[in-house]
């Protein structure tokens, strides 16, 4: 069982940096290949980045690509989400979500967080 907390999010303006965080509770971080999704109002769930098990694999949505880079500490049981650049259409629920093998785009995740609110104006 992993539990999942997302942290960090906010109100920004558009060009401005955030960092978001995953903390996630048990010894077996390190098992489990982690991934960051999003969700607007009216709008289905999107995939953002996943990243593998060591940290060593990244993928990325190309409307983040080369904005967003996503990073790990196992040590610390934490994934981060770095978001740069940021724009009004980044505004949504960020999410974090733990699965055994890594994945690019929509998959089937084990585990979820609860969603941090990142909103940027313009």
């Known amino acids: 069982q992993v539990q999942l907390v997302e942290s960090g999010g906010g109100l920004v303006q558009a060009g401005d940096s955030l960092r978001l965080s995953c903390a996630a509770s048990g010894r077996t971080f390190g098992a489990y290949a982690l991934g960051w999704f999003r969700q607007a109002p009216g709008k289905e769930r999107e995939f953002v980045g996943s990243?593998?098990?060591?940290?060593?694999?990244?993928y990325y949505a190309d409307s983040v690509k080369g904005r967003f880079t996503i990073s790990r500490d196992n040590g610390k049981n934490t994934m981060y989400l770095q978001m740069n650049n940021l724009k009004p259409e980044d505004t949504a629920v960020y999410y974090c979500?733990?699965?055994?093998?890594?994945?690019?785009?929509?998959?089937?995740?084990?585990?979820w967080g609860q969603g941090t609110q990142v909103t940027v104006s313009s």
């Open positions: 979500a733990a699965r055994k093998d890594l994945a690019v785009g929509i998959a089937p995740y084990d585990y």
């Open positions: 990243v593998s098990k060591l940290g060593g694999v990244t």
